[in-house]
Nanobody, 124 residues
């Protein structure tokens, strides 16, 4: 049973930084892609960033490129999302997701496993 537990959300002022964590358990993730998605009130869930656990290939949404960095810690089975230069429009619930794949995945339907989400609020 795959379990994903996010943490690290909170309230931050515009221009600030946060680091989200996603602790993964339940199987070996070497052949998995890990993704971060977000959903703001009244909007659809959107892709933020993804990483291939083996090899470390990454992919980002245009809206976060240059500001967010996804990474993973093999020893801790944890994926991180470092968010810098945060903007009010980054306010959303952020979800971690996992999917068996040899490439990075950028659409929600490709990920069968999801965490419960963590709230990020950026004040102006």
């Amino acid at each position: 049973q795959v379990q994903l537990v996010e943490s690290g959300g909170g309230l931050v002022q515009a221009g600030g930084s946060l680091r989200l964590s996603c602790a993964a358990s339940g199987r070996t993730f070497s052949n998995y892609a890990m993704g971060w998605f977000r959903q703001a009130p009244g909007k659809e869930r959107e892709f933020v960033a993804a990483i291939r656990w083996s090899g470390g290939n990454t992919f980002y949404a245009d809206s976060v490129t240059g500001r967010f960095t996804i990474s993973r810690d093999d020893a801790k089975y944890t994926v991180y999302l470092r968010m810098n230069s945060l903007k009010p429009e980054d306010t959303a619930i952020y979800y971690c997701a996992a999917g068996h794949s040899i490439v990075v995945l950028s659409t929600a339907y490709q990920y069968p496993y999801w965490g419960q989400g963590t709230q990020v609020t950026v004040s102006s």
